[in-house]
């Protein structure tokens, strides 16, 4: 039986239009264009893709911080259910509970003039889930602990810490309302890559101890990896592909995750010249191409690939692609 889903995208759009026009056409960006998606609950989800994918746009809609312009997002930790389209104020405010972010950057994220405490503090403090000063000190003591922060750290302010410490104040922000979702968006790419292997670690542990689903937004696919249980890639505002981590890795079918995956730095001197180097820019998503939107910088296209848009379909069990011509891209793992 599979697992139930979390969160439950069906058809999502977030199309902004922009002000002017060109040629007589008011211009529509398409970030997230027709998006279908199920993150199971408990799962560690990565989500991938170049920047300008749309997947920080992805993000912030399931978290109701991103205008849907059409579709569904339905929340369900199994105590609540919410659907984030139609979502009203007061329940808005007990999903804020139950979804967060962790922000990217560890640096920008932390107000300079607040302690750690203060910092930590100031969600439970908003959202009125503590009764006294004395509960609020004994959950930000707990979750800091969870966090490996030590305890002196509470007393002083963001600047004394290193990039790695930062961040995992973000994190005990993050979950100091005990929430049931996480959006983790490239919550490790401004650190040392010796400090990102910790901060993975970290948040894996609190994901089991804390029993919380993750979306973990990344455009470095090693990172992603050795992480996510699942990974869904995505280009121009749509989902490409998506399969569970290790077949992901070891066969994948898109020949834009493959393009991905070979630009993996390769330590074997024997797989440096494979690289499929992907061509030229993704393109604007004001300026969507017709037929598959990867057609521009594809490979393999075919004539066929400028006029049709592929179908999703599934090729192994919860591997699902869209590409007219993915049974014939299975391709050696570059891991
Ligand atoms: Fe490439 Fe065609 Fe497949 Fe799109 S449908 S990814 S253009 S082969």
Not at 13 to 39: F, P
């Amino acid at each position: 039986m599979s697992t139930p889903s979390h969160i439950s995208i069906r058809n999502l759009s977030v199309h902004y239009g922009l002000g002017h026009k060109v040629l007589g056409e008011r211009l529509v960006v398409k970030a997230i264009d027709d998006v279908s998606l199920d993150i199971p609950k408990g799962s560690f989800f990565g989500l991938v893709g170049e920047s300008g994918s749309g997947k920080t746009t992805l993000g912030r809609a399931i978290l109701k911080a991103a205008p849907i312009t059409s579709g569904h997002v339905r929340y369900n930790d199994g105590e609540a259910e919410f659907d984030i389209a139609n979502i009203g104020k007061a329940e808005l405010k007990d999903y804020r509970k139950r979804a967060q972010l962790i922000f990217q950057d560890p640096y920008a994220a932390l107000s300079p003039r607040m302690t750690v405490r203060d910092i930590i503090a100031e969600p439970l403090e908003v959202m009125g889930l503590t009764s006294s000063r004395d509960e609020t000190d004994e959950r930000v003591r707990e979750i800091a602990a969870k966090c490996r922060l030590n305890l002196e750290h509470l007393r002083r302010f963001p600047h004394a810490f290193s990039g790695g410490q930062r961040q995992r104040i973000s994190i005990a922000r993050a979950l100091v309302c005990q929430p049931k979702f996480i959006v983790a968006d490239e919550s490790v790419a401004a650190l040392d890559v010796s400090i990102q292997a910790d901060i993975l670690n970290l948040l894996r542990t609190l994901q089991e101890d804390m029993d919380i689903t993750f979306l973990f937004i990344s455009h470095d696919l090693s990172v992603v990896a050795h992480t996510c249980d699942q990974v869904a890639v995505m280009y121009l505002g749509s989902i490409v592909e998506t399969a569970p981590s290790r077949e992901l890795f070891s066969t994948p079918r898109h020949p834009y995750t493959k393009a991905l995956l070979s630009a993996i730095p390769s330590l074997d001197p024997d797989d440096r010249g494979r690289a499929q180097k992907l061509e030229g820019e993704i393109p604007s998503p004001a300026n969507v191409p017709s037929g598959c939107r990867f057609h521009t910088r594809c490979p393999i296209a075919k004539d066929n690939c400028r006029v049709d848009a592929p179908a999703w379909r599934e090729l192994a069990p919860e591997h699902m692609v869209a590409c007219h011509y993915a049974d014939e891209t299975v391709a050696a793992a570059p891991l």
